[in-house]
C-alpha cells in the first residue's frame, strides 16, 4: 500500500513540476520579450497620432488649453448640509 502511496505522490509531484519547467523553456525561447510589446505600443501610438492629425485645430486647442468658464460661485444648489437644524429634522432610525 505505501508503494502505490509513494509512486502517486512522485507521479503528482513531477506532473506539477512539468508545468514550471514548460514556462521556463517557454520563456526562455524568446530572445527579447520586449519586441512584441514595443511593436504594440507603436501600432497604438500610431493609431492615436492619425486619430490626432484627423481632428480640427480648433479642437485640439480646446483640449489643450482646457475649458475656460466663468469663476463658480461658493453655493452649489442642491448640496445638503449636514447642520443640527437640518439632521433634526430628519427621522428617527
Known sequence: MRLH???AVIAA???TLSGAAFADVTVSQSNDPTVLIGE???SLFGAE?????????AQLSALANGVSGK???GHLPG?????DVFLAT???P
Not at 51 to 57: G, L, R, Y
Not at 79 to 83: A, L, N, P, S
Request: glycine letters at 0%.
Open 90 to 92: 430628519l427621522p428617527a
Open 13 to 15: 509531484t513531477m506532473m
Open 40 to 42: 504594440q505600443f507603436a
Open 79 to 83: 448640496v445638503i448640509e449636514y447642520t
Open 49 to 57: 497620432h492619425t486619430a490626432m492629425n484627423a481632428m480640427p485645430e
Open 71 to 73: 469663476p463658480r460661485s
Open 5 to 7: 502511496l509513494c509512486r
